[in-house]
């Protein structure tokens, strides 16, 4: 069931009252005042209150609804909307969510969906820095923004820690079927985490045009340090992706020599059981013209023919590391 996480309107960067999202009258835009409402997994019902309230586009609101977007920006008319990817760690593995942003003259909309933390502790940091508060929506967005990617660092450090823990696994030959298993994991966390970051570098470059209306020239610096943020984060995946298929293949190759060394083994012990095989098996022809038969110590000689032979053998695969 989806919830009004908050709802309040400000004026010069001070928060004046919470809002009804109920209450047509309330959801007003004015001049000079900025509503900010925060969503979590809304109803269809409630968002198109919020469509008929700020004329928000419908191909827009579905995509808030469904959340199954690639992360974008996208304009219509003098509505922004932004999608990005939220992540947290669940366990063992990254859960992605969603959230999307409606940013007008007057209001910004959050939506939020999936495994994600709330966006509460933004809003309090913006209460309590009334000068850059006041700058408007578009430093409420920036500030979303920096939230969220600012919380992809500690889980692409988390990978890089748990990459670092099976590579040692690997080279100290204690690889089982649960690192392959922890490998998989981690490729596939690592794609979510690219898919997640990759566009949000050309997301701020869109956002610092001088074409772009909602945004200020005065709050670019303020994108230009998310978008740093981003290409940092992005080159640090590419990193761990490049880091995760190198231990894939050192797994690859240190299996490959294993099975080599058995190989080995078993060829030199079939070489040692190749002698008496092939003596038994002359001996046990059975052929009436085989004057060793008749020997006294016959037996005792292709004894110890055996053992001389083997035990030589034995010696040069030992010698050669074969065994």
């Known amino acids: 069931m989806g919830r009004v996480v908050d709802c309040a309107i400000y004026e010069g960067g001070q928060r004046l009252r919470s809002l009804d999202i109920n209450d047509a009258d309330q959801m007003r835009v004015q001049p000079g005042r900025v509503i900010w409402i925060g969503l979590y997994e809304p109803s269809q019902e409630e968002l198109a ?11 827009a609101v579905e995509d808030a609804y ?31 969510g969603e959230t999307s942003f409606f940013i007008g003259r007057g209001y910004v909309i959050t939506v939020r969906h999936g495994p994600s933390v709330s966006y509460a502790d933004v809003r309090s940091r913006c209460e309590n820095s009334p000068e850059n508060f006041k700058k408007g929506e578009d430093f409420i967005l920036y ?12 889980i692409v450090e988390s990978i890089e820690d748990d990459i670092e823990r099976l590579e040692e696994a690997v080279l100290d030959g ?7 298993e922890e490998i998989v994991i981690l490729r596939r966390d690592l794609l979510h985490m690219r898919h997640a970051v990759a566009p949000l570098p050309e997301i701020c470059q869109r956002l610092m045009r001088y074409d772009m209306a909602l945004i200020d020239r005065n ?6 340090d998310v978008f740093d943020h ?10 761990l992706r490049e880091l995760i298929k190198t231990v894939v293949d050192t797994k690859m190759l240190m ?28 001996y ?15 037996y005792f000689g292709v004894i110890a023919f055996i053992v001389v032979i083997c035990g030589l053998l034995f010696w040069r695969f030992k010698r050669s590391g074969w065994l």
């Not at 209150?49 to 191909?59: S, V």
């Open 255 to 282: 299996s490959a020599m294993k099975q080599n060394e058995v190989m080995r083994q078993l060829a030199a012990w079939a070489a040692m059981l190749a002698v008496p095989t092939a003596v038994a098996g002359i």
């Open 143 to 154: 500030a979303l923004m920096d939230f969220i990617v600012d919380r992809y660092f500690p």
């Open 174 to 180: 204690r690889s089982t079927l649960d690192v392959l």
């Open 49 to 59: 209150k919020l469509q008929a309230y700020f004329g928000l586009h419908e191909l």
């Open 284 to 298: 046990g022809m059975n052929f009436d013209n085989m004057p060793e038969l008749k020997w006294e110590y016959g």
């Open 219 to 224: 709050t670019h610096p303020y994108f230009r």
């Open 66 to 96: 469904r959340a199954h977007q690639r992360p974008k920006l996208e304009l219509y008319g003098e509505t922004m909307f932004v999608v990005m990817k939220t992540a947290q760690m669940d366990g063992t593995h990254v859960a992605m």
């Open 230 to 239: 981003s290409t940092i984060l992005l080159d640090r995946i590419e990193n």
